[in-house]
């Protein structure tokens, strides 16, 4: 893949839209970094926030499953991928995955896989995130964690839609767990118990099974 290296921008995924599929957009901060519902993503100097352009290959929600997998395998033990985008150390937010689909009429045109790791970055005491300068108690070569998160990101890419789906529930920290997920049409609380082939979350509640395409997940 090309990687295209820019200083400030507004957020790479934005960026990505106009960028052939096997390009790279990597910035040393964005103005306007964003997470899931257009929420705000700290993107402070020191971070790692890059975007894929993929070929639209599998389902948009498998690449957000790649992503989390090989940012969980980049960085080692003690860190754990969350449903649906997010690896956790301790449970800290040390990364954010934002995939989305562009589309050309109604055929989807690429993917673009935007990975957003607290690396050096300075983040807000209010946010419940650490970095790994923090973790690891010095500086973190940013390229390096690329390097290693781009090698393991292209392995897990040989995996076919079912072993990609093994893979990450048997990574996936969410799973077997009593949990609150707030989601846009309200709160479900109970036991984690599956992950569908559609990347979807699925808690048996008191009422039955509930099956959610999204949400906030906190452990009880
Ligand atoms: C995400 O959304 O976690 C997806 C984040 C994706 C960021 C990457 S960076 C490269 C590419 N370009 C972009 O513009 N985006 C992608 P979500 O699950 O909705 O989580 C967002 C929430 O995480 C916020 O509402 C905050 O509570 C929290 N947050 C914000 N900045 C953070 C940070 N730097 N580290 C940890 N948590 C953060």
């Known amino acids: 893949m090309k990687i295209k290296r820019l200083a400030k921008v507004s957020s790479t995924n934005e960026v990505a839209r106009d960028e052939k599929p096997g390009t790279i957009i990597v910035a040393r901060e964005q103005a306007r970094g964003k997470g899931r519902f257009g929420r705000v993503w700290e993107s402070g100097k020191g971070g790692l926030w890059m975007s894929l352009v993929v070929v639209p290959s599998r389902p948009v929600q498998e690449y957000t499953m790649l992503a989390a997998l090989a940012v969980r395998g980049a960085l080692g033990s003690g860190f754990s991928v969350k449903w649906p985008n997010d690896v956790l ?21 690429k ?12 983040i807000s005491s209010s946010l419940n995130a650490v970095s790994l300068r923090q973790i690891r108690k010095k500086e973190v070569p940013v390229d390096v964690a690329m390097q290693h998160i781009l090698g393991a990101f292209t392995a897990l890419l040989e995996l076919s839609s079912e072993q990609l789906l093994e893979r990450y529930k048997e990574q996936c920290s969410t799973l077997g767990k009593d949990i609150r997920a707030a989601t846009l049409s309200g709160d479900v609380v109970g036991k984690a118990v599956d992950i569908t082939p559609e990347g979807e979350l699925v808690v048996q509640t008191t009422r039955g099974k509930k099956v959610l395409q999204e949400g906030d997940v906190s452990i009880l």
């Open 89 to 109: 150390y301790k449970g800290k937010k040390v990364c954010g995955i934002l995939s989305e689909a562009v589309f050309s009429g109604n055929k989807p045109e």
């Open 111 to 122: 993917v673009i896989v935007g990975i957003g790791v607290n690396v050096n970055n300075v």
